[in-house]
């Protein structure tokens, strides 16, 4: 007897095929062409001079390359250690006390006014931002209103406070997205976990320390990690607020790389610039989420 030979299943490679595509016509290219061109001396018109990695070892020696990246690290801490210690303990405050108090509305209220920063334009906080902390904008003015003039500083033209405000205002936009994140995982913990510990005597920072935290490590590291990546390449907040300056005191990476790119023509440097931030995301990246596979096990 004959037997019906039934075709062999194919997968779902097909479906993979246009995100694939996208992916290298959008992402690998460029980056190739990037890697290429920081290989050059190109002025972004006419043919490219092929100088090997000349560009990379004048990046090493450039005392401004230097400065972005010392001020860089003060933006990751801006933009994820501190939006991510404070979006915890919020978090945990407004599920454990404020919500049980008043109720979900004004957790959901109080979620929502945080996440806002979110969700409005780059362009829009970073110009009411300027407006906030220029020399005769409402801070001084406010301050000049409650007799404390003394005060009153160019907060966004002084080298020594400029760093300090744009760190200011990227905790105000950041916070709302960790305290989402652990807001939802903190609706997967057990409530009895809680009661557990209460029946034998723990206090709030214990249960804290000792259930909350642990158990929201997932949350803490995808909010580290994308937030870490948000912060070495973050552009849009220094242009519109700073501009890299007074002098190089805000100067990041990415900014670098740009006014290397449009304003000085250096298309070959700004690629070695570019590469270097690249290359720098994907070993930090890849640390991390290898740390976290291996404790999750």
């Given at each position: ?15 993979l ?35 090997g990695f ?9 005392a401004d ?12 801490v801006g933009?994820?250690?501190?939006p991510?210690?404070l979006?915890?303990f ?10 049980k108090k ?20 780059v362009a ?11 020399p ?13 003039d003394?005060?009153a500083?160019n ?14 205002v990227?905790v105000?936009?950041q ?30 920072w214990?249960r804290?320390?000792r ?6 490590r ?24 700073t ?11 990415a900014y ?42």
């Amino acid at each position: 007897m004959k037997t019906t030979r039934h075709p062999r299943p194919t997968g779902y490679g097909a479906f993979l095929a246009p995100g694939l595509l996208l992916s290298l016509l959008f992402l690998v290219v460029p980056l190739v062409m990037t890697f290429y061109y920081s290989l050059t001396q190109w002025q972004g018109v006419g043919e490219p001079t092929w100088i090997g990695f000349d560009n990379y070892t004048r990046l090493f020696s450039d005392a401004d390359f230097w400065a972005s990246f010392r001020n860089i690290a003060f933006v990751i801490v801006g933009i994820a250690v501190v939006p991510t210690l404070l979006g915890l303990f919020l978090a945990a405050l407004l599920f454990d006390y404020i919500g049980k108090k008043h109720g979900d509305g004004f957790v959901s209220l109080f979620r929502s006014g945080l996440y806002l920063p979110q969700v409005i334009p780059v362009a829009v906080t970073g110009l009411m931002w300027g407006w906030i902390l220029a020399p005769e904008g409402a801070v001084n003015s406010v301050l000049e209103t409650i007799g404390l003039d003394s005060l009153a500083q160019n907060w966004l033209g002084d080298p020594g406070l400029a760093l300090w405000m744009v760190l200011a205002v990227l905790v105000w936009m950041q916070l709302g997205y960790p305290l989402v994140l652990f807001l939802s995982g903190l609706q997967r913990i057990d409530p009895e976990l809680y009661e557990a510990a209460s029946l034998d005597g723990a206090t709030w920072w214990q249960r804290f320390t000792r259930i909350t935290v642990p158990i929201l490590r997932p949350e803490v590291y995808v909010v580290l990690v994308t937030t870490t990546i948000a912060g070495l390449k973050v552009f849009a907040q220094i242009f519109v607020l700073t501009g890299g300056g007074p002098g190089n005191s805000t100067l990041v990476p990415a900014y670098f790389a740009y006014q290397n790119f449009f304003e000085r023509a250096d298309v070959g440097y700004g690629s070695a610039i570019s590469s270097t931030i690249t290359l720098l995301v994907l070993i930090i990246a890849g640390t991390m989420l290898t740390r976290q596979a291996r404790e999750d096990g």
